[in-house]
């Protein structure tokens, strides 16, 4: 469960604030839904909360100059098969599973932005395997 405590408006793209409800980390997820013109996640607003898919757009790191994360399985998510991850503070993430990483191996990522997946079980049909 995520609070959202900050929208910032681009011209048709925005960037969410949710932070954690389970360990107070904020993350800043990208929101490209009105692209497509759906806008599936319009609904949204500051102070509520909700239950969050989040995706990690980055690169597999060889070293530990990354963030580490721990890989927990995997979960088909719009038709889009994704290796669900946690991170060292013990939120949930998903990342597309073009990685060949077994569950309980761990990895490193150089993050490069969060996307949001779902909200509430409304599930943004972007093509992850890009």
Do not use: H, W
């Not at 389970?22 to 909700?50: A, M, W």
């Not at 100059?65 to 038709?79: C, D, L, P, Y």
């Amino acid at each position: 469960m995520y609070e959202l405590t900050k929208i910032i408006n681009y011209e048709v793209t925005r960037d969410l604030v949710l932070e954690s409800q389970k360990t107070n980390q904020s993350y800043t997820v990208f929101d490209d839904s009105d692209i497509l013109g759906d806008d599936k996640f319009n609904f949204l607003k500051t102070g509520n909360r909700y239950s969050c898919r989040i995706s990690i757009l980055g690169d597999l790191s060889d070293s530990v100059s990354g963030t580490k994360f721990k890989v927990i399985g995997q979960e088909k998510v719009g038709g889009v098969k994704f290796r669900k991850v946690f991170n060292s503070v013990g939120d949930l993430f998903y990342l597309p599973a073009y990685d060949t990483k077994e569950s309980n191996s761990i990895i490193y990522l150089n993050v490069k932005r969060y996307d949001l997946l779902s909200v509430n079980e409304i599930i943004y049909n972007k093509d992850f395997r890009k």
